[in-house]
Each structure stands twice: as structure tokens, then as C-alpha cells.
């Protein structure tokens, strides 16, 4: 029911940062656990981070870890991912996805959410 749009991706130099933002319409993203995926060139697509409803819970993959940050802005119906310290191995189209949730957990595999953006290409040049 909810639709998500990310916000046009960039190309950045390696040590740059960018923020991305994911902007829900059709529902209310306070309702909704809340994760960026992404997928690179000849790979699978892949977990990044992810945000509880509430913003309470964080968890980051690993090769993320410490460089980027999920955040949530319930009243704006918008989540962002703060990506510093970009390295050229970031490069890959980003999606944002959300899943109904009545707790406030987070969630790490795709298969558990319903719903999904169209995607955002970050690239970045060494």
C-alpha cells in the first residue's frame, strides 16, 4: 500500500560522503520497520542497514559499520541513510525498503519486507 521513492543517488570520490532519503506516500512511515539494501554490479543484492519503528534499534552490516548511519524522521514520513567515508567497493544501486511492524525491531533479510523503492545509483570514483 505504501509507495517509497529514494532521492536521486550522486557520484562521489572516495573519502566523500552523500545522504540518501527515502520519502513514503500512500501510508505512514512511523507504522514501518524500515532498511537500505543495495546491489552492485555482478553480485547479489545485499543487506546495508536497518532502523526499528520507533528509531530505537539499529543494525549495520559489517562492511558498513562505523561509516554509515540510518536515521528516521516520522513526522517528515521520511528515513535516510548518511553514507561517510565512501569507498569505491559502496558503488551499487541503493534501495530503500519498509515492512509493517507492531514492535520495534529491525529486520535483515529482504524477504521480510513487503515493500520497496525503485532503487538509487551511488557510485563511487577512486
Known amino acids: 500500500q505504501v509507495q517509497l521513492v529514494e532521492s536521486v543517488g550522486g557520484l562521489v570520490q572516495a573519502g566523500g560522503s552523500l545522504r540518501l532519503s527515502c520519502a513514503a506516500s500512500g501510508g505512514t512511515v512511523s507504522r514501518y520497520a524500515m532498511g537500505w539494501f543495495r546491489q552492485a554490479p555482478g553480485k547479489e543484492r545485499e543487506f546495508v542497514a536497518a532502523?526499528?519503528?520507533?528509531?530505537?534499534?539499529?543494525y549495520y552490516a559489517d562492511s558498513v559499520k562505523g561509516r554509515f548511519t540510518i536515521s528516521r524522521d516520522n513526522a517528515k514520513n521520511t528515513v535516510y541513510l548518511q553514507a561517510n567515508s565512501l569507498k569505491p567497493e559502496d558503488t551499487a544501486v541503493y534501495y530503500c525498503?519498509?515492512?509493517?511492524?507492531?514492535?520495534?525491531?529491525?529486520?535483515?533479510?529482504?524477504?521480510?519486507?513487503?515493500?520497496w523503492g525503485q532503487g538509487t545509483q551511488v557510485t563511487v570514483s577512486s
Open positions: 525498503a519498509a515492512v509493517d511492524a507492531s514492535g520495534t525491531y529491525y529486520y535483515r533479510r529482504s524477504w521480510e519486507y513487503d515493500y
Open positions: 532502523i526499528g519503528k520507533n528509531g530505537a534499534n539499529t
